[in-house]
């Protein structure tokens, strides 16, 4: 028996058949396009991973701006030559001056005291080593709630204590182990920098 002896003899009933067939593929094709289109990433989830730029020429000295980086807060800080000079200050008392450990890998062109391609701008991600929260700028110096008498400026984590100075260098005893973690960037400009890639990338 040949496929044709299942349609029916009737030319109209053949017709009206196909044409059935033809739409219903066509109507299945629509249903499941926007499935099969919904499994590709978006366009967000494709940006989340991309290199961000970020504008620097605005900057007040003392100044914080906040970027997202993979999904992550990223800080530049503007720094003022006093609070540049609070970094000789803080270093007996950091946990890791060098930025030698390896859980947060530091690139080598942030392993001097500022943790900075320009000692000017902290580029850093803002979440604590300990429990990923998200620390506060406390960029005035002196006593302060939850900080010691003697507070050169930095960040607090308010969620368990941990403090850090001002290039992201978690204090001695404290809850969290690591420093504040420097994404790789390099400066395309005097005035723009590209997170998320370096020259060596």
């Known amino acids: 028996m040949s496929d044709s002896s299942l349609l029916p003899e009737d030319p109209s009933r053949r017709a009206a058949l196909l044409t059935t067939c033809s739409v219903g593929a066509v109507g299945g094709a629509a249903v499941a396009w926007p499935f099969l289109k919904s499994l590709k990433p978006s366009e967000r989830a494709l940006a989340a991973g991309a290199p961000v730029e970020v504008d620097i020429a605005g900057m007040a000295p003392g100044e914080l701006k ?32 060098a930025s030698a450990r390896t859980a947060y890998p530091t690139p080598d062109y942030a392993k001097n005291p500022h943790r900075s391609i320009k000692p000017e701008y902290l580029v850093v991600v803002g979440i604590c080593s300990h429990l990923g929260c998200s620390p506060s700028e406390k960029f005035t110096p002196g006593a302060q709630p939850s900080l010691p008498d003697d507070w050169a400026g930095g960040f607090l984590c308010p969620c368990h204590g941990s403090t850090f100075d001002l290039a992201g260098r978690v204090f001695k005893n404290k809850p969290a182990p690591d420093n504040l973690e420097v994404p790789p960037h390099t400066y395309l400009s005097d005035t723009r920098i590209l997170i998320g890639e370096d020259k060596k990338a």
């Open 66 to 97: 906040r970027v997202e980086w993979r999904g992550k807060p990223v800080w530049v800080v503007r720094r003022t030559p006093e609070m540049l000079e609070t970094l000789k200050k803080t270093e007996p008392s950091v946990a890791d001056p």
